[in-house]
C-alpha cells in the first residue's frame, strides 16, 4: 500500500524501443529514501551500472518529486533530474523550482525513469495516463525559450503545460548543458542536459488534472499554517523576497564571501556595489515571481530598458550568475550579465560551470599558458565582455576553443597541460559555486566531501556557518561558528548535509529550510506521507541517502584523493575580510571521516552501510 503524498506508480519510458510502461515502489524504501535525489539513487544502485559511460544510452536519467510536491507547503514546489554526470564521471544531480515538480504529480506520477536513445529528436508528452513519445524534428536546432515557445503553441489547448527544454549546448553534448524549465529555470548542475541531448530528447511537457493525496489532512493544514507564519516573520525569507538570492553579494563581499578575478581577489567593492542586491532592484527589476505555492517569492523578473544589452521582460540572473560573469571575469556591467544570463538560459548552459571556465581561461590567457592563437583571435582579457559573450557562443556550438572549454576547467587544464590545472577551481570535475570558503572555513570541507563535486546545495552549510537558521541545538549544532576557524567544522558539515540530504529527497526548499525549524519538516513529511516519523528517524534518512551517494561514487571510482580543495582555494589572498585566511582540509578531512566512519580509501565501512540498512551496497563494495 502506498501512503499519502506519493501518486504510487513511476513512468517509464525506453526511448531505444519506444516501450512506455509503469513501475512502483514499496512503502519500505519510500520510507527509507522519501523521494527525490535519494530515491533516484537507490533506483540507479538497483538498476543501472556505475561503469555505465554518461552519454551511452546505457545511462538512466531520473525524473523524481518527492512526497511534498503537489501540497501548498511553503518551499516544496521542485523536483529533481539525476544521472551519471559528463562532467564528472560521477553521480550527478540538480534540482529546481518553478512548476513542473507539481504537475508531474498532478498528472499522477512520482517520476520518471528514461533509458535507451531514440535515433531521432523526440520529446516526451504526458498527459495525466496519456503518454506519448513525440517527433520533434522540428524543435532541434532551437534554443530552449523557441522550444518552449513552440510546445506550448503546439499543445496549448486551454490547458497550460508545463516544459523541460535543453537548448543547442545540450544537442552538442556541452558538458555541463542544463536544463530549461519553461524559460525561467534551470536544472543546471552536472551536465545533465547533455544526458538528455546524448538521448535525442529535446522536451519533456506534462500536464495533469489531480490532487496531492494528503495522509493526515488536518495535522497538515496546522504544521502549513504555522509554517507560514515562521517565514512571514522570517528575516532571511525578507531578505530573500527583497532582492532575491543577489543580497548576499554585498554582505558576502564584506565577510570574504565572494570570489574575484577567478578566486584571486579578496576583495571588489567596486563590483560589490555595482552587482549587488540594491543596484539590482533599483535598476533592473520588474517584478517578483514564486515557485509554486511559494511565499518568499525570490525570483527576479528584469529588463534592461536601455543601451546596448536592452531587451525583453525575462527571468534575471541567481547571485551565483552575478559573480560567475561579473567579478569573476572582472565585469561590473549588470546589464551585461542580465544578457548573459539570457544567452545561457536559451541555449542551456550551467552559468556556473560556465562562467568558471571562462574565467580559467582568462587566467590561462593571462598566464601565457594560451594564445590568440588558440583561441582563434579572440583575447581573452579581464573584463572584456565582448570576448566572453564570443566564447560562450563557442562553447554552446563546440566551435574552435569552445570545443575545448564545452568539457569543462578539469578536462581543459588537462588538455592545455603545463601549470593549467593551477587555474582551475573545481573539486571532482565540478566547477566551484560563488563562496569562499576562505571567508568560511566548513564551505571548504562541505565542497571536498560533497557528492556531486564542489557544491553549496547538497547541505546546509552555508547558512548553518553564517548563523541563519534557527535550529542548531536541536540536531546537535552549536548556535554560532566562527567562519576563518576550521574548528568545530567536521561535525557540523556532517549534520548539515545529512540534512540537506533530506532536503534533496524530499525535494524541498533550501532556502525555506534556512527559515523554518527542523520539526517542521519533519511534520511536513509525516501529515502528508502518514508515516510516523520522529527527528532521529528523518536524520537518519539523510545520513543513509548520503552514505549510498558516497558508495555510488566509490563504485565509479571515487577515492580519498578526490576529497580535496583546489590550489586557488589553499591560496591565501592578500586583501579583503579573509586575508591570510586558508582551510586546513587535512584536519577537518580527517576528523570528518573519523565521524562518518570512512576508511583509509575513502570508503564507507562495511559495518556503518550495515547499520544504516544498505547491505546491498556493502556487499558490492566489499566483494
Not at 520518471?112 to 522540428?138: C, H, M, Q, T
Not at 554585498?250 to 567596486?270: A, H, I, Q, R, Y
Not at 565582455?385 to 566564447?391: A, E, H, I, N, Y
Request: hydrophobic letters at 40%; aromatic letters at 8%.
Amino acid at each position: 500500500m502506498v501512503e499519502g503524498g506519493y501518486a504510487g506508480k513511476i513512468l517509464e519510458v525506453d526511448l531505444t524501443s519506444g516501450k512506455i510502461s509503469k513501475a512502483s515502489v514499496d512503502d519500505e524504501t519510500l520510507r527509507k529514501f522519501i523521494g527525490g535525489s535519494g530515491l533516484a539513487a537507490k533506483l540507479f544502485l538497483d538498476r543501472v551500472s556505475p561503469e555505465v559511460e554518461p552519454l551511452s544510452p546505457q545511462n538512466t536519467l531520473f525524473v523524481m518529486t518527492g512526497p511534498l510536491q503537489g501540497t501548498n507547503l511553503p518551499g516544496a514546489g521542485r523536483f529533481n533530474v539525476s544521472a551519471k554526470s559528463p562532467l564528472t564521471n560521477i553521480w550527478g544531480e540538480g534540482n529546481c523550482g518553478g512548476t513542473f515538480g507539481p504537475e508531474l504529480k498532478f498528472a499522477g506520477w512520482d517520476g520518471i525513469i528514461i533509458e535507451g536513445a531514440s535515433n531521432k529528436p523526440v520529446y516526451l508528452f504526458i498527459d495525466d495516463d496519456k503518454v506519448e513519445i513525440r517527433d520533434a524534428s522540428d524543435l532541434w536546432g532551437k534554443d530552449s525559450y523557441e522550444t518552449t515557445d513552440m510546445l506550448m503553441d503546439k499543445i496549448g489547448g486551454g490547458r497550460k503545460v508545463r516544459v523541460l527544454a535543453i537548448g543547442q549546448a545540450g544537442e552538442n553534448l556541452v558538458k555541463y548543458a542544463a536544463i530549461i524549465h519553461d524559460k525561467a529555470d534551470a536544472i543546471g548542475r552536472c551536465g545533465l542536459g547533455a544526458v538528455m541531448g546524448s538521448k535525442k530528447l529535446k522536451a519533456v511537457v506534462v500536464r495533469g488534472t489531480a490532487k496531492a493525496d494528503i495522509a493526515m489532512p488536518e495535522d497538515y493544514n496546522k504544521a502549513r499554517r504555522a509554517a507560514l507564519d515562521v517565514i512571514e516573520d522570517s528575516a532571511v525569507a525578507q531578505s530573500l523576497h527583497a532582492m532575491g538570492t543577489d543580497a548576499a553579494l554585498s554582505l558576502g563581499m564584506m565577510t570574504g564571501d565572494v570570489p574575484s578575478k577567478n578566486w584571486s581577489l579578496g576583495e571588489n567593492l567596486e563590483g560589490s556595489e555595482a552587482l549587488g542586491g540594491p543596484t539590482y532592484s533599483e535598476q533592473y527589476l520588474t517584478r517578483t515571481h514564486a515557485c509554486y505555492a511559494c511565499p518568499i517569492a525570490c525570483k527576479r523578473v528584469v529588463q534592461v530598458k536601455e543601451g546596448s544589452y536592452k531587451g525583453e521582460e525575462q527571468a534575471g540572473p541567481e547571485y551565483e550568475t552575478c559573480c560567475t560573469f561579473g567579478t569573476l571575469v572582472m565585469n561590473n556591467d549588470l546589464a551585461a550579465v542580465i544578457k548573459i544570463n539570457e544567452m545561457c538560459n536559451r541555449y542551456g548552459l550551467d552559468t556556473i560551470s560556465c562562467g568558471s571556465t571562462i574565467a580559467f581561461a582568462i587566467d590561462c590567457f593571462e598566464n601565457g599558458l594560451i594564445t590568440e592563437g588558440d583561441t582563434e583571435g579572440i583575447k581573452l582579457t579581464w573584463g572584456d565582455m565582448g570576448s566572453v559573450f564570443k566564447m560562450v557562443d563557442k562553447i554552446a556550438r563546440r566551435e574552435g576553443f569552445g570545443d575545448t572549454l564545452a568539457e569543462g576547467s578539469r578536462s581543459a587544464a588537462k588538455k592545455i597541460g603545463k601549470n593549467a590545472a593551477d587555474f582551475a577551481v573545481e573539486v571532482k570535475g565540478l566547477e566551484a559555486p560563488m563562496h569562499d570558503p576562505r571567508g568560511y572555513h566548513g564551505m571548504g570541507l562541505a565542497y571536498a566531501m560533497s557528492n556531486r563535486g564542489a557544491c553549496h546545495m547538497q547541505h546546509m552549510v552555508y547558512f548553518v556557518e553564517q548563523g541563519q537558521v534557527v535550529y542548531p541545538e536541536i540536531v546537535g549544532l552549536k548556535e554560532d561558528y566562527e567562519g576563518q576557524t576550521s574548528e568545530d567544522k567536521a561535525e557540523m558539515t556532517m549534520i548539515s548535509e545529512n540534512l540537506g540530504m533530506v532536503c534533496s529527497s524530499a525535494v524541498f526548499c533550501n532556502f525555506a529550510m534556512a527559515c523554518l525549524k527542523v520539526n517542521d519538516l519533519v511534520e511536513f513529511l509525516r501529515t502528508t506521507t502518514g508515516f510516523d516519523y520522529a527527528l532521529d528517524e528523518m536524520m537518519e534518512c539523510g545520513e543513509r541517502v548520503w552514505l549510498l551517494k558516497r558508495g555510488l561514487n566509490n563504485l565509479m571510482g571515487v577515492t580519498a584523493a578526490d576529497d580535496r580543495l583546489p590550489r586557488k582555494i589553499l591560496t591565501s589572498v592578500n586583501d579583503g575580510a579573509a586575508a591570510g585566511s586558508v582551510p586546513d582540509i587535512e584536519s577537518m578531512r580527517k576528523e570528518y571521516y573519523d565521524l562518518r566512519k570512512l576508511n583509509a580509501n575513502g570508503y564507507p565501512s562495511r559495518e556503518k552501510l550495515e547499520s544504516v540498512g544498505l547491505p546491498d551496497l556493502a556487499q558490492r563494495l566489499y566483494t
